[in-house]
């Protein structure tokens, strides 16, 4: 998915994420079940946000049996989509999609 294709409520969530201080997702209250699902996969497919586990204030996207709850960030590519600089965000990403060799994010 290219970033033109994203919807106005993909668009709202990347923006929100650009703002929040450690580049987290928080989903709309009245974003919920399989709308919430689809709207994030598509996110998450096109690699424009990336699952991270959920530590500390964190809000939390969903729970996974083996890897505990688990949250959503934006990545450098879903800054990029919103026409906002990876380094500008104040917020220093530890861990990416796109590293080969992730660091361990501390809970």
């Given at each position: 998915?290219?970033?033109?294709?994203?919807?106005?409520?993909?668009?709202?969530?990347?923006?929100?994420?650009?703002?929040?201080?450690?580049?987290?997702?928080?989903?709309?209250?009245?974003?919920?079940?399989?709308?919430?699902?689809?709207?994030?996969?598509?996110?998450?497919?096109?690699?424009?946000?990336?699952?991270?586990?959920?530590?500390?204030?964190?809000?939390?996207?969903?729970?996974?049996?083996?890897?505990?709850?688990?949250?959503?960030?934006?990545?450098?590519?879903?800054?990029?989509?919103?026409?906002v600089?990876?380094?500008?965000?104040?917020?220093l990403?530890?861990?990416?999609?796109?590293?080969?060799?992730?660091?361990?994010?501390?809970?």
């Amino acid at each position: 998915m290219s970033a033109n294709q994203l919807t106005d409520t993909q668009l709202v969530l990347l923006s929100a994420a650009a703002q929040h201080p450690e580049g987290a997702i928080e989903l709309a209250s009245d974003l919920k079940g399989g709308t919430a699902k689809k709207t994030v996969g598509r996110l998450l497919r096109g690699g424009f946000v990336e699952e991270i586990p959920a530590c500390g204030a964190l809000p939390v996207w969903r729970r996974d049996d083996d890897a505990g709850p688990r949250a959503l960030r934006i990545t450098p590519h879903g800054l990029a989509a919103i026409g906002v600089e990876a380094g500008a965000t104040g917020w220093l990403m530890t861990q990416s999609i796109s590293d080969q060799s992730p660091t361990p994010i501390p809970c």
